[in-house]
């Protein structure tokens, strides 16, 4: 993939939402949206949130794709479905997966061909296309989907901008919203939404899920790596891709020590992880620290420890956090998120 290609809502390495036709453990948020699909009442916009990488983009291009056919479902009948499911050889699941539909309009932060790298916002430019978008004929069933992956991304701009389209939504529009975070957007936008939560999946869902786009990956690691990435699908395929296992274990065994510092292990690493290609790794490794501390004192202050991933980090997380030294990670962990 060219560096113009990359896009901010692929997962390097893995397929697309838009090209994946599966989706695990969601079940009860598709039974939703198909009920008021079913009862000819299907609110102009919806809400999808949920942690990162549970399946949220997955969900919405499941509905485009559904909504979109080329027989309307609506001629089907509310009972003709029972799931969102259309075949991967259909002619709208090429036309998706190519990006030519013209009755879909997906925002999300841009390439900006200036710094040659994806912009760091979903700026108001990007959401006045809908102006243009909504002024075209609408195709074959008459619906028109904007999906925005995510709203987390929008300026401010952008978001009062997208208010004004929802305010006065086109007939035969569908918006579908992603969040991360649904709490920090404008609560006008969250007012005028169908909420569809989606959760962090667990058990044979999450093995499922991942072991669809990593087929050779070792069963005795879908547990630990289902506990490492909190539920998240997308998060476990990124510690797959990047032996993140590997690297927690290497993680535990230089805080084994502390507060002394095994400087031929620390040395080692650190040279590993500055090389040249290896920001991957490195942002890897602070992501998994960051978030061990987080939890541990998080777990600490509740009296309700994280379960053990690894063996003996039990014993290691109360050797290190005890209660008078929980400020002093909490002001590690903030520092070393400046950095």
């Keep these: 993939m060219s560096a113009e290609n990359e896009e901010s809502d692929r997962l390097p390495g893995f397929a ?4 994946n036709f599966h989706l695990m453990g969601q079940e009860d948020a598709e039974k939703t949206f198909l009920n008021s699909w079913g009862s000819g009442k299907l609110p102009h916009a919806w809400l999808i949130t949920g942690p990162p990488g549970v399946g949220k983009a997955t969900l919405a291009y499941r509905i485009a ?42 925002l999300k932060r841009p390439w900006d061909f200036k710094t040659k790298r994806i912009k760091t916002a979903l700026t108001v430019d990007e959401v006045r296309n809908l102006n243009d978008f909504f002024a075209l004929s609408a195709g074959v069933g008459g619906w028109r989907i904007c999906l925005i992956d995510t709203a987390d991304d929008m300026t401010i701009e952008a978001a009062n901008a997208l208010l004004k389209t929802l305010e006065e939504p086109p007939e035969k529009s569908l918006f579908l919203v992603l969040a991360h975070a649904p709490g920090r957007l404008l609560p006008t936008i969250r007012s005028r939404c169908r909420r569809l939560n989606l959760r962090p999946l667990e058990g044979d869902a999450f093995a499922a899920a991942v072991t669809a786009q990593v087929p050779g990956i070792a069963e005795s690691t879908l547990g630990p790596l289902a506990q490492l990435a909190q539920g998240s699908v997308g998060r476990g ?53 960051l978030n061990w501390i987080q939890s541990t004192v998080t777990g600490a202050a509740r009296q309700c420890p994280p379960p ?6 039990g014993a290691l997380r109360q050797n290190l956090f005890t209660p008078e030294s929980l400020a ?12």
């Design 16 to 19: 697309h939402p838009r090209e």
């Design 65 to 106: 794709r559904f909504l979109l056919q080329e027989q309307a479902p609506s001629l089907l009948g509310p009972d003709s479905h029972t799931s969102l499911y259309v075949d991967p050889g259909a002619q709208i699941s090429s036309q998706i997966m190519s990006q030519s539909h013209t009755n879909l309009l997906v």
């Design 237 to 289: 395929l990124q510690l797959a891709a990047g032996g993140g296992l590997e690297l927690y274990q290497e993680m535990l065994g230089l805080l084994a020590n502390l507060p002394t510092v095994d400087m031929l292990i620390a040395t080692d690493m650190a040279n590993r992880l500055s090389r040249r290609g290896a920001e991957n790794e490195f942002a890897l490794f602070i992501d998994l620290l």
């Design 308 to 313: 053990e991933i690894a063996a003996g980090e």
């Design 328 to 339: 002093g990670w909490v002001e590690a962990w903030t520092s070393l998120r400046q950095l």
